[in-house]
Every structure is written in structure tokens, then in C-alpha cells.
């Protein structure tokens, strides 16, 4: 517990986060009534070997899972919402920069590993 105290000390003196969870990715939708969307979604990065979570309310509000993704230092956020999910995308949002690109579902696997510094699947 010393040692995480003095290190916690030294990145407020730098003013820099810390980061509580090894989590990779907040799986978040826009609108109510997507959970089980969310769920499929957070399976699918598990079995890619992505460090995935969700917030499991039912119908959490945006900006209240994007705070949860600041305060734990997650550093990106995949939305699902209708019109993603009618068009066959996944907005990726970077919690730092707050950079959004959409990105074909199949291909999201691909772009959080190059995001996180992951290696890719040559398979």
C-alpha cells in the first residue's frame, strides 16, 4: 500500500491518472433499449481477447458512461446506437482526444487492437 501511495503522489504531482482497470473498452449505447445489443457486443471483444466491460444498468445515460470511462482511465468507448446498428457500424470514440470515427462491426476487433497497441491475428 506504501509503494501505491508514493507512486499515486507523484503522478498528481504530474498531474497524470491513474488508471484503475486494465479494461481497454466500455461498451456504451446512446439510447435506451439496447442492452442486449451491448451484451452481444462486449462477447464478441471477450472472445477476441479485448479487456471489455459495460455498465450494467439497463438504460444508463451517455455522458454517465462516458465519466465512468475518464474516471477509470478507460481509454476508448464503442457506441451502439439505432442508426449504428442499421448501418452496420460501431462509432469509436478516444476518451482523451474525444475523436469519433465510425467503423464496419467486422472490422472493430481489428481497429481496438491497433488502438491499444495489441497484435493483430495474421490468421
Known sequence: ERIFSIVEQRLEAL????RTTETQVLVASAQKKLLEERLKL??????????????????????????????????????IGEQELKDGVIKL?????????????????????????????VC
Open 42 to 79: 462486449v462477447s464478441e471483444l471477450w472472445d477476441a481477447g479485448i479487456k471489455a466491460e459495460l455498465l450494467y444498468k439497463k438504460n444508463p445515460k451517455l455522458l454517465n458512461q462516458l465519466q465512468y470511462c475518464e474516471e477509470a482511465g478507460i481509454p476508448l468507448v464503442a457506441i
Open 93 to 121: 470514440r478516444s476518451v482523451t482526444s474525444r475523436e469519433e470515427v465510425d467503423v464496419r462491426r467486422e472490422d472493430l476487433v481489428e481497429e481496438i487492437k491497433r488502438r491499444t497497441g495489441q497484435p493483430l491475428c
Open 15 to 18: 498531474e497524470e491518472k491513474v
